[in-house]
Nanobody
């Protein structure tokens, strides 16, 4: 199970930190991703992090503004989002990949608006 939290309404230029708490599987063995889906658009990969946190990747649109991290002791993955713009408005989803499995959270809404 993956449960996201931390979404909300923020003004342009603001910051949010999303969290995704995992349970029911070997979290530390899974690659973790954050995706997002804006209204009328396809779901897109925002950021990913390997099982030990030593390797990350980002969509070009968020490089330098977003940071993905994980705490394997807490079974939690984070997405720190800075310098938010209205184009970042979307439902953000946590995803776990590994061992032939693919788990998804229910999503958390992020709205960037003045």
């Amino acid at each position: 199970q993956l449960v996201e939290s931390g979404g909300g309404l923020v003004q342009p230029g603001g910051s949010l930190r999303l969290s995704c708490a995992a349970s029911g599987f070997a979290f530390s063995s899974f690659y973790m991703n954050w995706y997002r889906q804006a209204p009328g658009k396809e779901r897109e990969l925002v950021a990913g992090i390997n099982s030990f946190g030593g390797s990350t990747n980002y969509a070009d649109s968020v490089k330098g503004r977003f940071t993905i991290s994980r705490d394997n002791a807490k079974n939690t993955v984070y997405l720190q989002m800075n310098s938010l713009t209205p184009e970042d408005t979307a439902v953000y989803y946590c995803n776990a990949e590994g061992w032939g499995n693919d788990y998804w959270g229910q999503g958390t809404q992020v709205t960037v608006s003045s």
